[in-house]
């Protein structure tokens, strides 16, 4: 099973950057995929960026130009870079990881969240 490490988040004024990470240590046959995702106060979580096992990546367009997703060489450790955030980037962030078990299927695993909060 794979259970995600998440780091980075905390306070930041608006205009400036955070780094999060998340880490997937554990038994797999391959990562397929890694995505961030964000859950506002009383909003539904939604979709911020996502970066195939072949380094195709994805965002949501108020993110763009803005945010970066990445991973490291061994790919199973996902970043997300932000800047130029501003207030409506509060919220808490989640990665979510697509990988092959060990078993043959297919399943996501969730990363525990970490709040960011960007100030006026």
């Known amino acids: 099973q794979v259970q995600l490490v998440e780091s980075g988040g905390g306070s930041v004024q608006a205009g400036g950057s955070q780094r999060l990470s998340c880490a997937a240590p554990?038994?797999?046959?391959?990562?397929?995929?890694m995505a961030w995702y964000r859950q506002a106060p009383e909003t539904q979580r939604e979709f911020v960026a996502l970066?195939?096992?072949?380094?195709?990546?994805n965002y949501q367009d108020s993110v763009k130009g803005r945010f970066t997703i990445s991973t490291n060489d061994a790919k199973n450790t996902v970043y997300l870079q932000m800047n130029s955030l501003d207030v409506g980037d509060t919220a808490v962030y989640s990665c979510?990881?697509?990988?092959?078990?060990?078993?043959?299927?297919?399943?996501?695993?969730w990363g525990q969240g970490t709040q960011v909060t960007v100030s006026s």
């Open positions: 970066i195939e096992y072949n380094g195709v990546t």
């Open positions: 554990g038994r797999y046959i391959r990562i397929n995929n």
């Open positions: 979510r990881v697509n990988y092959i078990a060990p078993q043959g299927w297919t399943t996501n695993t």
